[in-house]
């Protein structure tokens, strides 16, 4: 057992030092990625279960490397954030958005909102506000064709700052989430004072929801308090068809997840949004 024991430590902290070792490599490799152009955006589109149509579509980052192909942005993100560069590829995410929602006008396709996922560096830069405001006007977009993704850890690192950053984004008619709703910190008074217009609630919960009482508990509170404060939901990774059933008879308002579609490239995106009108 002792040995046992040595030789599993050591794979222990031989793996712990490859995973740094490819950390540092990803990281280094991420200066770079913005200038080589190794950054797209994929769309994944949101259903409104009232209007059974679209209304949105959430932007995630995708980063293909030449060399090690696609890294997920669950291993990116993070690093990025640390490093600094996630400031500045926020904004080229925020720039891409608005440049390809013009198209989309343009184009003739129907009017929808795009929500983006802010980090809690981008999020508590000095001048937030007014430089999305800046960006969003030079491409010619409205603001509220676009909605902030902040999770709760986002908001609650410095809740005084946040809670006027949201008035001021709210104020400028963007719309503002609180995604990963249920998995962080969120203490009522909180959600009180942050004026956000919707919560997306965890795709943690609605994994077992057909099955198990407890996530079902848990959602149909989260559903009914939104709707006190005068909130509306989203559920995220909505798989099933039973899944979207439960979310409906409880009242949530839109749901997002590989039942109604995949994320999309630009190209696919477009059709869906041209075969899913309205109705
Ligand atoms: P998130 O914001 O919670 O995004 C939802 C994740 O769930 C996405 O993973 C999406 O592809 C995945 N998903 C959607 N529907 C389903 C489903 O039905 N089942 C399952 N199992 N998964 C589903 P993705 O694209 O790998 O992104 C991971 C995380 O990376 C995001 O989580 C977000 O925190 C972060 N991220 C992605 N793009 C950006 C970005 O542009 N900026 C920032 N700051 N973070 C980003
Ligand atoms: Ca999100
Ligand atoms: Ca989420
Ligand atoms: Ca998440």
Request: zero cysteines; a negative charge.
């Given at each position: 057992a002792k040995q046992d024991g040595r030789n599993s430590f050591r794979f222990f902290a031989q793996e712990m030092q490859e995973h740094s070792l490819?950390?540092?490599?990803?990281?280094?490799?991420?200066?770079?990625?913005?200038?080589?152009?190794?950054?797209?955006?994929?769309?994944?589109?949101?259903?409104?279960?009232?209007?059974?149509?679209?209304?949105?579509?959430?932007?995630?980052?995708?980063?293909?490397?030449?060399?090690w192909g696609a890294i997920s942005p669950a291993e990116f993100i993070p690093l990025a954030e640390q490093n600094g560069l996630i400031v500045k590829?926020?904004?080229?995410?925020?720039?891409?958005?608005?440049?390809?929602?013009?198209?989309?006008l343009s184009k003739g396709l129907p009017e929808i909102i795009v929500a983006i996922n802010i980090s809690a560096l981008q999020f508590h830069q000095q001048n937030l506000v007014e430089r999305i405001s800046n960006i969003i006007q030079e491409a010619g977009v409205s603001?509220?064709?676009?909605?902030?993704?902040?999770?709760?850890?986002?908001?609650?690192?410095?809740?005084?700052?946040?809670?006027?950053?949201?008035?001021?984004?709210?104020?400028?008619?963007?719309?503002?989430?609180?995604?990963?709703?249920?998995?962080?910190y969120s203490s009522m008074s909180y959600l009180k004072r942050f004026a956000v217009h919707k919560l997306k609630i965890d795709q943690s919960f609605i994994k077992d929801i057909?099955?198990?009482?407890?996530?079902?508990?848990?959602v149909t509170a989260i559903i009914q308090?939104?709707?006190?404060?005068?909130?509306t939901t989203i559920a995220e990774g909505v798989e099933t068809q039973e899944q979207l059933e439960f979310l409906k008879e409880k009242g949530c308002e839109e749901i997002q997840g590989y039942w109604y579609s995949r994320p999309l490239v630009t190209e696919q995106f477009e059709v869906f949004l041209t075969t899913n009108k309205s109705n």
């Open positions: 490819r950390s540092l490599q990803l990281s280094a490799a991420l200066k770079d990625a913005l200038s080589n152009d190794q950054f797209h955006l994929v769309y994944q589109p949101q259903l409104s279960l009232t209007d059974n149509a679209i209304v949105g579509a959430e932007a995630l980052l995708r980063w293909e490397h030449p060399e590829i926020g904004e080229w995410v925020l720039q891409q958005v608005a440049t390809q929602q013009k198209q989309w603001p509220s064709n676009i909605e902030i993704e902040l999770t709760e850890a986002v908001a609650l690192k410095d809740p005084e700052v946040a809670g006027k950053t949201i008035d001021a984004l709210s104020q400028q008619g963007f719309k503002v989430s609180i995604d990963d709703f249920g998995t962080g057909v099955t198990d009482i407890d996530d079902q508990a848990i308090m939104a709707h006190s404060l005068h909130k």
